[in-house]
């Protein structure tokens, strides 16, 4: 029987291998619900988009039981390094070290730019932050990135909140076999059979917020995304039978005639 590591980022183990966000949500007490479905134990904020501030009623961190999840402040928005270093420092004055990063391209396909991304997090590890860096599924760049020292690199399912699920999945292989530090597929997933896929890989974690967000039934969706991540992991665990071309008998034939 094969046991299963824990996961382990910036120094703290996680039940949970499932990380959920907080945007586009019909309103923050769905949000609220939704976390408390999803089982999650980390939440990502976009601290360029958010308020954190004026009444309690529009103050998204009201919503959010720090006690119970971890916050996540990533850097969505960010188009250039610059943008996204001062997110990041805007979210360490706030007392909080630990950071998602996303250095994107454009906004067209929202794709991460791989050398502002690398640049960046070099800066943010040379600051001493907790860096979870979102990336392409390009697995030289990876690799290049864990070098770096983050603390997770996170490659890309598919373009953020496209809802196709992993597109090149012989490339998240590589790159689980080639790091060592926690491999978390960010962004793209749509419904709860992409995740179970996405485990199903090996993978340490999945982090997605729109196909629970802008689900029909957001707080259904977030069980159903906590159901399929623990799924797709014992199934990874458990290890599947090979494919064959043709059918095998399930009991055995030896002595019959």
């Not at 770096?148 to 373009?159: D, E, K, R, T």
Request: proline share 5%; hydrophobic share 45%; glycine share 10%.
């Amino acid at each position: 029987m094969i046991h299963d590591k824990p996961l382990v980022i910036g120094g703290r183990t996680y039940r949970s291998r499932l990380i959920i966000g907080t945007g586009k949500y019909p309103n923050f007490e769905i949000m609220r619900q939704a976390h408390e479905a999803s089982g999650a134990e980390m939440v990502t904020v976009a601290l360029g988009r958010v308020k954190l501030g004026g009444p309690e009623e529009e103050n998204i961190l009201n919503f959010i039981d720090t006690k119970k999840y971890a916050l996540l402040p990533n850097t969505a928005g960010a188009f250039n390094v610059e943008d996204a270093l001062r997110i990041a420092r805007l979210a360490r004055a706030q007392g909080m070290n630990l950071i998602k990063l996303e250095v994107l391209s454009e906004a067209k396909t929202l794709l991460p730019d791989p050398f502002g991304t690398y640049e960046a997090a070099k800066k943010l590890v040379e600051e001493e932050f907790t860096v979870l860096v979102y990336t392409n599924d390009d697995p030289v760049l990876a690799k290049k990135l864990e070098d770096l020292g983050v603390a997770a690199v996170m490659p890309a399912g598919s373009p953020i909140g496209s809802g196709q699920g992993v597109l090149n999945a012989n490339n998240i292989r590589i790159i689980m076999e080639s790091l060592s530090c926690p491999v978390i597929v960010d962004a793209g997933m749509g419904t709860a059979s992409d995740l179970a896929l996405a485990m199903e890989l090996g993978v340490d974690g999945i982090l997605c917020n729109t196909g629970i967000a802008c689900a029909q039934d957001p707080v259904r969706m977030a069980r159903a995304f906590r159901a399929a991540c623990e799924a797709g992991r014992e199934s990874f665990l458990a290890g599947r039978i090979p494919r064959k071309l043709y059918g095998s008998a399930s009991s055995p034939l030896e002595g019959l005639r």
